[in-house]
């Protein structure tokens, strides 16, 4: 009995290897630069395997989107349910059918991992992963990585998968850790500055009282409870609630400095609360939403693991929100990495999560990177190259990509602004017109090396230069996209705050209606060149001009304006 078990089990397994050729899924020449290799990784070892079986109509929840996010169609901001989205991002029973046929064949056994049930995981050893998928699983490592990660330059699909399997992961993903660091915080004195913003400096200090000044943020609070923004959190970044109680003592005196925020946990991330814990990027992006997003109750997601898993983390999050019934109305991060790094399936898909979120309703937005035209944060050895490098999620088109200014008198793009064109995703179709107008503003030899057919960001631009923070109880100044993005993040909310208060839906996915009527509530933004923060300002990149540039987007808010095109939508 026990024997004929067997051999049914082991019967399958030839059948399999013998059902159709292998397709290439995807594969690269060669691991991105910084990755070294060490050795093939132990066949014996388990590995556990994310698989994305395939969506049965991205196609449709797109169209869905369009329309729900395009001013004057007939389904305008009617954003769909949790099971409406499902309808659209669950596999078929064809897909599912298949996939498991192949588990079976092969003594795998799935384990679905998504609500929207379009995730699966497999744990298998190396040597079976290697023979199942045609890859070979080799450790590399990384200096700006804290551990290995086990990865392979090629991975293919038998033919019974093709058109079944979307990604698996990780695989040909290889994803750095920041490899410089923003740029520099400053300690300060805890008296600076003073209480509004002193707009005859070039560069002043920015505070909340600054930006609702410049900005025509309004003070009084919100008063919508449903109406949550989410700021999410990675690689142990954590929030100090003493220092936002500083902070609110400091700079906004009018909140009680007891407000705070609410703790959720992915992945058994924690918020730990000693001496010496705050996170610079947790503290900028907390104090920013709750010192702007008056009185809007704010969650801050700690997703656990380090930046060996980032790239898992931010689809974590994805599907982690498909699964709440009454979603945040706004998600705010300000993480990003090469998007060629990625390798495009992989982020697709963790596009297509982002697509998802915004027909659900929920505004979101990435910062657009701190490396000009040269990725996330810039690096001495690149500045004479003049192949431009995208940063994702930010060229992401279903993601608001925040981009950041400088000065008052004029404002104008700060030389850190990321900005670009995505070589995974296309133009974005509500930019096509403000994309080409840019385009023919380069000069026929331009020298810079991107792709005129990508999507192109930043969306929107705001303040990211000296944002002062309280963390470690030491008064600072931060700077970065990081500081524009809540800060871009809070206006969504408070603007949701009014709409939800009139009986109307929220603003869900900004960027059709931002490029269209709402290209008129932005402050346009004509001066300023990313060429990043430590690369020379000879160094060739993007110049801001009259209308769209990858630089400043449509430009900084007028929060008046911007509330009056959303109400009249
Ligand atoms: C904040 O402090 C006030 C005054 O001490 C108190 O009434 C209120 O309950 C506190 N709020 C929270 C959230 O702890
Ligand atoms: C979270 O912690 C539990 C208990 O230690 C563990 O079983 C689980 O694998 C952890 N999950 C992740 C994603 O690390
Ligand atoms: C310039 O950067 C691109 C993109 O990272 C890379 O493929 C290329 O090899 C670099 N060229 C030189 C000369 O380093
Ligand atoms: C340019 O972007 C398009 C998407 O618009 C993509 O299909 C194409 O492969 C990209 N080209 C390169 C050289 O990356
Ligand atoms: C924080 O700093 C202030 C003055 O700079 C000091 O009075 C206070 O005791 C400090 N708090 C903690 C918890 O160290
Ligand atoms: C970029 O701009 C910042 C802010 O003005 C400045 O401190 C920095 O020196 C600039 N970097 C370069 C390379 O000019």
Redesign the pocket.
Known sequence: MLSFCKLLAVLPIVLAASAGPMVLHERRAAPPSGFIRQGAAPANEIITLHVALTSNNVAGLEERLRSASTPGSPDFRQWLSMNEVKAFSQPSAETVSAFNAFASANGLKPTVISPNGDWVAISLPVSQANKLFAAEFEVFTHPSLPGPITRTLSVSLPSELVGHVEVLDPTTAFVAGDVRPPPPASTIARDAPAASCDTSLATGVITPACLQELYGIPTAAATEESNVLLVTAYEDEFAQTADLAQFLTLLRPDI?P???FEVVSLNNGTNPQGPFEAGGEANLDIQYTMGIATGVPVQFLTVGGDSTVFPTNLLDTTTFLDGVPNPPTVMTTSYGRVESNFGASLATKICNGYMALGARGITVLFSSGDGGVRGNHDDPSICSNNTFLPIFPASCPFVTAVGSTIGFAPETAVNFTGGGFSNVFPTAFYQTAQVASFLETLPADFPGIFNTTGRAYPDVALQGWNFEIVANNETTLESGTSASTPSFASIISLINDRLIAAGKPVMGFINPLLFSTGSTAFTDITAGHNSGFVCPASSVAFDATTGWDPLTGLGTPVFSELLAVAMAA
Do not use: A, D, M
């Open positions: 009680p007891n407000t705070t």
